[in-house]
DNA sequence: GTGGCTGCAAAATGTTTGCACGGAT
DNA sequence: ATCCGTGCAAACATTTTGCAGCCAC
């Protein structure tokens, strides 16, 4: 039986606030503004507890945090590898690819995640 | 000017000889058994100089330590999200992703990696 | 009242770095 | 002779865990 405390409620907002792809460290820095007693372990306990209960997306970044998502829906994302920018592709979810794969490998596939890498605007500029 | 040592050769024959994904940590340990004065530093050291280089590949797997790859040609993997374990996937490498995302972004796209998650025959038998 | 959740500190994990020395060029 | 690469240890970054008390149920 899972309790809905405080601190859970603050990261759950903290997550469906933030405009970009926090990690557990950014989520910990803005919620201790408004509530300076709370731990980072809770902050990394309740960010995996809502990650596993799919209220919130949990992101493998190469060579760097893990970052958190408030997007459930699956899509892809796409990281600079000079400045480390990292943001949503707005394509679709490619469904196929889970069931070709299953056929492949006879893996009961459930997703997939796609990291773009490349130069963003501002960096193949220079 | 890169210097050919006898530590970076054996860093490079291991994960050749390597028929999995081997961790850092995996090739030190293999590496200590014919030499056991390398160190775990260089190993890393090695490692990120090789795959810099495009000798050998580096994949960040979701939840656990990164791995380094043998095929440099772009690939796809799949991992058991119960007893983790990591192969390749053999389907072709999608490039024309990589063109409609440059579309969509104008990002300079210069690659993508996919990992598949899902379970393994012998995990979903259980 | 109970047991899941908290804060704290410590530990665990994975990786990088400072430094003096040694070896490849 | 140069100076890049090494081994070692320490630092670092990220994440998890042990534990005693607390609070949502």
Do not use: W
Not at 5 to 32: C, F
Not at 44 to 65: C, F, G, H, M, T
Not at 79 to 104: N, P, W
């Amino acid at each position: 039986m899972r309790r809905n405390t405080i601190q859970r409620q603050l990261v759950y907002t903290a997550v469906q606030n933030s405009k970009s792809h926090p990690t557990a460290d950014e989520i910990y820095n803005t919620i201790k503004e408004s509530y300076p007693d709370i731990s980072l372990a809770t902050v990394y306990r309740n960010l995996n507890l809502l990650a596993q209960d799919s209220e919130i997306r949990k992101i493998s970044v190469p060579d760097s945090a893990d970052r958190f998502d408030h997007t459930v829906k699956p899509h892809y994302h796409i990281k600079c590898t000079c400045c480390g920018r990292f943001e949503d592709i707005v394509t679709r979810y490619m469904d196929q690819l889970d069931s070709a794969v299953a056929e492949d490998t006879s893996y009961l596939v459930e997703s997939h995640d796609i990291v773009f890498q490349g130069l963003c605007p501002r960096c193949s500029r220079a």
